[in-house]
């Protein structure tokens, strides 16, 4: 079994391939130039020096969403073309849990958090209760989009240690340490974000557990409207952001 692995939700670009022993091989790039320039290229070449054809590909796992409106959907292009194509499943993996998976030996918990704009984050609470099994965490809190202020209240009322994860360390990492009052960590930068070996370990998973989609029916989850039909609804309703 092969499972090809993309994550795009973020500004960094990631494909995986793995197999039933683990992961295979991994294409990780965090530059700025748009995924439409970078994940087929990536894949292709990862593949090549794999020495895998596509055709022998079982399943593609991407990163469904939160993100960013535009990586998500050349990502949801690319996974839908590719298992159309290639006439094989969809396996869709919360950007988020696969974030958390990152920090997936930490017995703490596991708060990723994607930078959203005006003060606002992407994100959720978990838990690896029993990591060495890759089970699915304990979900805490599921994901949603929110105030940073308010999710560190919320994570201050939990009064458990926690470990943060995700681009979003970048942006709040002052705020964080103003406003927590508990003992938290901050992932390594090497492991902060998106890494597509994490979406297909839970792809793999989901595979497993038969959680898979037709590829004309995946479409990405972006929790909240784009800035575009924001602005237009504003304008509408006479609101200012």
């Avoid at 091989?25 to 994940?39: C, R």
């Avoid at 959907?73 to 396996?91: F, M, N, S, W, Y």
């Avoid at 708060?111 to 959720?124: E, H, L, Q, S």
Wanted: aromatic share 6%; with cysteine.
């Amino acid at each position: 079994m092969r499972l090809l692995a993309i994550d795009s939700s973020g500004m960094t670009a990631s494909v995986a391939v793995l197999n039933e022993q683990g992961l295979m091989g991994e294409y990780t790039v965090n530059y700025k130039k748009t995924h439409s320039q970078t994940l087929l290229p990536m894949i292709d070449e990862l593949l090549r020096f794999l020495e895998i054809n596509k055709k022998d590909l079982d399943c593609i796992a991407v990163s469904e969403g939160p993100g960013s409106f535009t990586g998500l959907r050349i990502g949801a292009a690319t996974a839908k073309g590719l298992a159309l194509a290639l006439d094989i499943p969809v396996a869709a993996v919360s950007t988020l849990e696969a974030l958390a998976y990152n920090g997936i030996s930490s017995e703490n918990i596991v708060c990723p958090i994607m930078d959203a704009r005006r003060n606002n984050v992407f994100t959720g609470l978990y838990k690896w209760n029993d990591y060495n099994k890759s089970e699915e965490p304990e979900i805490v809190m599921e994901q949603t989009a929110m105030e940073i202020n308010e999710l560190i209240e919320k994570i201050n009322s939990i009064g458990e240690k926690v470990l943060f994860v995700g681009d979003g360390i970048g942006v709040y990492r002052e705020v964080i340490a103003k406003q927590i009052k508990v003992p938290y960590n901050c992932i390594n930068d090497v492991m902060r974000n998106q890494r597509a070996s994490s979406v297909g370990a839970i792809g793999m998973r989901n595979y497993n557990n038969g959680i898979l989609t037709h590829g004309d029916d995946f479409e990405p989850v972006y929790l909240r409207l784009s800035q575009a039909e924001r602005e237009l609804l504003n304008k509408k309703t006479g609101k200012s952001e």
